[in-house]
């Protein structure tokens, strides 16, 4: 059984900062990537921005040089801060995650809410 659980959303304003957090439990041996999303009451779903296992970061260019990705690997975490909030930001935020379940199975993609495929 694996979860992914996004906390720390919020109203989001101008000038605000907020961090939020994706944590994932279950029988995982390890994350790939995780995957920042947000979208807007009547607009598209925007990415904007991934994280890999190495560190390595990409960002929207909505974003850039505002939001920061981060990741506890021990903890199974990821934290986006987000800094210098437009009107543009308000939008609801979630994650993803590709996933190597101990098994050696691959979650890609893996959101909250997704059923589980692997049984025991």
């Known amino acids: 059984q694996v979860q992914l659980v996004e906390s720390g959303g919020a109203l989001v304003q101008p000038v605000e900062s907020l961090r939020l957090s994706c944590a994932a439990s279950?029988?995982?041996?390890?994350?790939?990537?995780m995957n920042w999303y947000r979208q807007a009451p009547g607009k598209q779903r925007e990415l904007v921005a991934v994280?890999?296992?190495?560190?390595?970061?990409n960002y929207a260019n909505s974003v850039k040089g505002r939001f920061t990705l981060s990741r506890d690997n021990a903890a199974n975490t990821g934290y986006m801060q987000m800094n210098i909030l437009k009107p543009g930001d308000a939008a609801a935020y979630y994650c993803t995650a590709d996933i190597v379940l101990v098994s050696g199975e691959l979650l890609d993609s893996w959101g909250q809410g997704t059923q589980d495929p692997v049984s025991s």
């Open positions: 279950g029988n995982i041996l390890s994350i790939y990537a």
């Open positions: 994280i890999t296992s190495d560190g390595s970061t």
